[in-house]
């Protein structure tokens, strides 16, 4: 009976990123484009308003959905930021990162069977999340609209099965934006078929080019969407493990029951620095912003230049280059970068439908290392000539 | 100031080393405009001078200079107020910094010196005997844990996952 494991959980493959990882963590003097993570450390003021929480002995749990100080403070933040408005007390749950949010609320809102409409290339936890919740996970290609999600491609895959769309702009993998037209016609299909819109928000703050719209701040929209966004890029609190979820009282009633049974609440600890971050930090996120967006510019242009085809993504701290005309699939690509020129990429095709044919490169790393790693890039791609 | 001119002086101020090439390349200019920029932010003064942050300790034994810091007290002159012995002090080869400030004293020195003599003379011949300085304490910097904005002796950076999600 013991080898007879969860049978849902071994359809599922384990994450193609995870693969990569182990095979750069043997090799040396290796430029690093993989990472999904801020490169500058927490701001220090967050870091010593949790040293200070620590002093005073703050260690305990807190309530299930997270100290209503900090509820509070980031429902003001949202409104002052994004012009999202919640009630900090029946409209916000603070989770273990993003991460947890997905879960519990796709676990809050599937049944078996039920359909989650997911535009690929994506963020690598969503379909297995929403396969572990009993659902069923309709895919979309959005390679022919740049990446970004076609509201009448949508429109064709609805079924009255379909219970969720997941976007995420900016996105991880390519960095695009979802524009305010598209999201308003997206909206219009959720409420037309009764359907959630679950918007992964967590790179708001890293838009570059003009202000970021939440689905959340559309009109009408509140009632369909179901906002997740965190600390780790925002604030570079990766480690600290932070996130939420807002939505209707109705939602977050069920997702604080299985959060209350599975986490109870979020780290004490990230939560009073989570206070600091949302009041006082606008000027270090402006400069993580400011210094992201001069090696955004810089590495995409050279990218074109020696060859690789990239689109200038909006947001986020990756881009996603087209490497179809080398002829090698992305995980070939990427393992002989790594061999050859040691940079380490992570291939397209781990990101789901569309991803195949590019890479996803990070350019949250020094400046100088970027232009080794181009350099190193622009010697393979001779190399294949 | 315009935001781009703005954006080339931090750039440069963050890294004075950092080339044309990249400044431009970031901002989204051309690099005949960051040099034309760069020239004329130096002929304007604006630009005074390209500096190096440098943490002493790192040096081999005793090549590291001395550092004090003096608060000097004095009696404003008669219309020139604090600006004709601010000259006289400013020009010296040891004073690296020297600001006029509220508060208990006028003004702070910063002096540099190859050794503890040397900054100890210089106060006593040449600081404390110039007219109308009526009094000086010097303190001696012991160890230095940031400059200009930098953290020295930081430990490296890298401790993230080189493969993430
Ligand atoms: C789109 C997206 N959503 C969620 C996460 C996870 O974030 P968290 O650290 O808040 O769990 C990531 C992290 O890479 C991400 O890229």
């Not at chain 1, 299930?64 to 408005?85: K, P």
């Not at chain 1, 949010?101 to 379909?127: F, H, K, M, Q, W």
């Not at chain 1, 689905?215 to 179901?226: G, R």
């Not at chain 2, 020139?80 to 006289?88: H, L, N, P, Q, V």
Request: glycine share 6%; proline share 6%; charged share 25%.
């Amino acid at each position: 009976m013991k080898s007879d494991f969860s049978h849902i959980l071994d359809t599922i493959p384990p994450s193609g990123i995870r693969k990569f990882f182990d095979l750069v963590i043997g090799a040396k003097d290796v430029i690093s484009l993989g990472v999904g993570e801020p490169d500058f450390r927490t701001p220090w003021a967050i870091r010593e308003d949790a040293i200070f929480s620590l002093e005073q002995g703050k260690t305990s749990y807190t309530s299930n959905s997270g100290l209503l100080e900090c509820r509070e403070a980031i429902v003001d933040y949202l409104a002052q930021r994004f012009d999202a408005h919640y009630d900090p007390t029946t409209e916000i749950l603070l989770t273990f990162g993003v991460s947890e949010a997905v879960d519990i609320v796709l676990r809050s809102i599937l049944n078996p069977g039920d359909e989650v409409i997911v535009p690929e290339p994506s963020y690598v936890c969503y379909t297995p999340l929403v396969q572990l919740a009993g659902g069923k996970v309709i895919p979309l290609d959005t390679t022919s609209t740049q990446f970004i999600p076609d509201p009448d491609q949508i429109a064709r895959a609805i079924t009255p099965k379909t219970k969720a769309i997941i976007l995420c702009s900016p996105s991880n993998p390519t960095g695009r934006t979802i524009p305010k037209d598209t999201l308003i016609q997206i909206g219009k299909l959720a409420q037309a078929h009764d359907f959630w819109i679950i918007t992964d928000e967590v790179y708001a703050e890293l838009t570059y080019d003009g202000p970021f719209q939440s689905v959340a701040a559309l009109p009408n929209l509140k009632p369909s969407t179901i906002l997740l966004n965190g600390f780790s890029k925002a604030f570079a609190m990766t480690g600290w493990r932070l996130g939420y979820v807002c939505g209707p009282p109705e939602l977050i009633a069920r997702a604080t029951k299985i959060h209350q049974y599975s986490a109870l609440c979020a780290p004490i600890t990230a939560q009073y620095a989570a206070i600091e971050a949302v009041k006082n930090c606008a000027k270090d996120v402006q400069a993580m912003r400011d210094s992201y967006k001069g090696r955004r510019n810089l590495f995409v242009k050279r990218l074109n230049e020696i060859g690789l085809p990239t689109a200038l993504p909006e947001g986020a701290f990756y881009c996603f280059p087209n490497i179809r005309h080398t002829g090698l699939s992305s995980e070939e690509f990427a393992l002989r970068l790594l061999k050859e020129q040691r940079v380490a990429v992570v291939p397209g095709y781990v990101f789901g439908l569309g991803g195949e044919g590019h890479i996803r490169c990070c350019y949250a790393t020094g400046l100088e290392e970027l232009k080794e790693a181009l350099t190193r890039i622009k010697k393979f791609m001779k190399s294949l000539q | 100031m315009n935001p781009i001119d703005a954006q080339v002086l931090a750039l440069v101020t963050a890294n004075a080393r950092m080339s044309s090439d990249d400044i431009a390349d970031q901002l989204q200019i051309s690099v005949a405009q960051v040099e034309i920029l760069l020239k004329s932010l130096e002929t304007q003064g604006v630009i005074v001078q390209y500096t190096t942050v440098v943490d002493e300790k790192k040096l081999p034994q005793r090549s590291g200079k001395i550092k004090a810091l003096i608060e000097v007290s004095v009696r404003p002159e008669k219309r020139t107020g604090f600006e004709a012995i601010a000259k006289k002090i400013a020009q010296f080869n040891n004073v690296v910094d020297h600001y006029l400030v509220s508060g208990g004293y006028d003004f702070l020195v910063i002096v540099e010196g190859d050794s503890l003599e040397e900054i100890s003379s210089f106060v006593s011949d040449k600081l404390a005997s110039i007219d109308n300085v009526r009094s000086t304490a010097t303190h001696f910097i012991m160890k230095k844990y940031k400059e200009k904005g930098i953290l020295i002796g930081q430990p490296p950076k890298e401790e993230r996952l080189a493969v993430s999600p």
